[in-house]
């Protein structure tokens, strides 16, 4: 009743579900470990969050470039603020407003973006903070270049004179007449009352959509494979009720002669 299995059609389906089976176990598992490399990821990055806390701030230069590895550390640098711009459309404790971001001028000759903090509310340039005057030192958390379109980045152009989307060297390069570090800090604490802005963890370090976009494929492919067992399973089953249903002779004529042709072939 089973001897159709070795019928040529036969083989190529079954080598079908041979190959079809590991493939999606293997792409459900490596989809898995994804997931499970984003959640370690995570977890590293939150406990390098808190113990760059406690460490002592590092000259930013010592810590360029900016990667998963330096993200978040402490950082110092002196100088002389000079130009100021607003970043508008960022979000703090769920309300809508804007970071102050200010150029320190280094003794390197480049200038280091600096975020002093975040106001509610659109973006004002006579209620922003002038920055304070004369050589000082700031120190906060260093963060890579932002890149327009991602984790809540503006993407828009054409904003006002006095703001950008995106604290990048890319953006900014084009907005202040020196060159700009490929890096910026946000204060630990909020100048001239301003809320600070926390730390972002790295790119590729967190819980967010990505991550779970693995999960959710790892669960497609174990399923791609359970389906594939099903279908077999049933392609099966029809054919044995198929032979059963012509042995009894319970088969219209037309299909008795189909059968026997099927037969003979």
Request: with cysteine.
């Amino acid at each position: 009743m089973y001897r159709f299995l070795l019928t040529p059609r036969w083989w190529g389906i079954n080598v079908f579900v041979l190959l079809a089976i590991p493939f999606c176990v293997f792409m459900g598992s490596w989809q898995l470990s994804r997931f499970e490399a984003r959640v370690q990821d995570h977890r590293t990055a939150s406990a390098r969050a808190a113990s760059d806390r406690r460490e002592a701030a590092r000259p930013v230069a010592e810590l360029l470039p900016v990667d998963k590895r330096t993200s978040g550390r402490q950082a110092t640098a002196t100088g002389r603020y000079g130009k100021q711009l607003l970043v508008p459309d960022r979000e703090l404790d769920g309300r809508s407003g804007y970071y102050v971001l200010t150029l320190l001028r280094t003794g390197s000759g480049k200038a280091l973006p600096v975020v002093r903090g975040w106001l509610p509310g659109k973006a004002d340039p006579a209620k922003a903070p002038s920055p304070p005057a004369g050589e000082v030192t700031v120190t906060g958390a260093l963060q890579a270049s932002e890149t327009p379109g991602d984790n809540g980045v503006g993407a828009q152009g054409g904003l006002p004179a006095g703001q950008t989307g995106a604290i990048s060297a890319a953006s900014l390069v084009n907005l202040v007449p020196y060159d700009v570090y490929d890096a910026w800090i946000t204060l630990g604490e909020g100048d001239s009352g301003m809320k600070a802005v926390p730390a972002t963890a790295p790119a590729n370090t967190g819980l967010d959509l990505k991550a779970f976009q693995n999960l959710g494929y790892t669960g497609e492919w174990f399923v791609f494979a359970g389906f594939v067992v099903f279908m077999w399973f049933r392609l099966v089953r029809r054919e044995v009720e198929y032979a059963r249903d012509a042995e009894l002779g319970l088969l219209p004529d037309s299909d008795q002669g189909q059968d026997q042709e099927h037969a003979t072939v």
